[in-house]
């Protein structure tokens, strides 16, 4: 186990914030996660726990104990002859895991290739892209009740999950460390080509139809609209897609009449959060060390020595901005730590 006193976050988010903690704990296994639920200090500090920090903007130091989990480990521990059962530490890269599954046959993570963060982050996120959530693929998630120690493990179906919502990201419940993930990947892949992006991509290569070209056309694509957190600072998509009442839908199709949507199901319908915020004027606009990324208007990015204050300034002008002229409230996608 890893203990830290005043520690810099710096390399525990994408934003590159030096914002620091009280505490850091950092532990290798759920025997070490036990103790630390079970210390009467840490029951009475403020305390959050991360993953690789992609998803989270620092507003100011963090005065409590930030926890992160070491556990590591991708095995297949059980198979049918269609498909394979893929066991998970938590702290395993997401992208590591999508690879494993390519380079072993097996289909339903490629599309969600090149996502930033650790698994188990992203089955509390249910991260998705091009078409897919990692919701589709859950078999089951193993966590720990942070208030009573009790360690569960949900099924999908008891994971709650929703768009970029999940039992784990609800409020209302009992807090929960997720310890493992396991996916149920197929051993025939079924792609999933409904983004016409993805593909025309592929077939204007000429490439063979695999689960490799596929990942490959998903990373190009990403890198080619996102920048990359190691040079510049940032969490990714900033806020999620608005999803609104048809009826609302219809009236805006009528004066916007290029706007991106998609069926959401429930006489609803999801617009890209991109398009309304490039149809602001935010696209590429900087105001000091923060601002919109010339290439993806839903990306906020620090050009370097921008505080939290600033980015989380720079994104509420953005929700009042779409507000007023879409009449839509704008949802971050990024938790903001305050």
Not at 87 to 98: M, P, Q, S
Not at 151 to 165: D, H, I, L, P, V
Not at 227 to 255: H, R
Request: glycine content about 8%; proline content about 3%; aromatic content about 10%.
């Amino acid at each position: 186990m890893i203990i830290k006193e005043n520690y810099s976050l710096l390399r525990h988010n994408t934003f590159h914030l030096d914002a620091k903690t009280r505490w850091f704990m950092e532990y290798e296994n759920e025997e070490e996660l036990r103790r630390i639920l079970n210390d009467e200090y840490f029951a009475e500090c403020r305390s959050l726990h991360i993953g690789e920090g992609s998803n989270l903007l620092f507003v100011n130091d963090f005065d409590g104990i930030i926890l992160h989990s070491a556990i590591k480990g991708i095995e297949i521990v059980d198979d049918t002859p269609k498909e394979a059962f893929v066991r998970i530490g938590a702290a395993e890269k997401w992208d590591d895991v999508v690879a494993f599954a390519v380079s072993n046959g097996l289909g339903g993570a490629e599309n969600m290739s090149d996502i930033p963060g650790e698994t188990g982050a992203a089955a509390v996120q249910n991260i998705g892209a091009y078409g897919a959530e990692i919701k589709d693929i859950i078999a089951s998630v193993e966590a720990y009740n942070q208030l009573t120690t009790e360690k569960q493990t949900f099924n999908a179906k008891e994971c709650e999950y929703g768009y970029r919502s999940s039992f784990f990201k609800n409020p209302s419940h009992e807090p929960h460390i997720v310890t493992h993930v396991t996916l149920r990947l197929l051993k025939k892949p079924a792609f999933n080509l409904i983004y016409s992006n993805l593909k025309d991509v592929i077939e204007g290569r000429g490439d063979e139809l695999t689960l490799q070209a596929v990942r490959d056309t998903v990373i190009s694509i990403r890198h080619s609209k996102l920048p990359d957190t190691e040079t510049l600072g940032s969490a990714g998509s900033f806020f999620t897609n608005p999803i609104v009442p048809v009826e609302m839908f219809l009236e805006l199709k009528t004066k916007y009449t290029g706007m991106p949507s998609y069926p959401a199901g429930d006489g609803k319908m999801k617009i890209s959060a991109g398009w309304l915020i490039e149809k602001c004027g935010f696209k590429g606009r900087r105001l000091g060390n923060t601002g919109c990324y010339a290439k993806q208007a839903l990306v906020i990015v620090n050009y370097g020595g921008a505080t939290g204050y600033e980015i989380a300034d720079y994104a509420e002008s953005i929700v009042n901005a779409v507000q007023e002229k879409f009449g839509i409230r704008l949802t971050p996608e990024v938790k903001i730590i305050e």
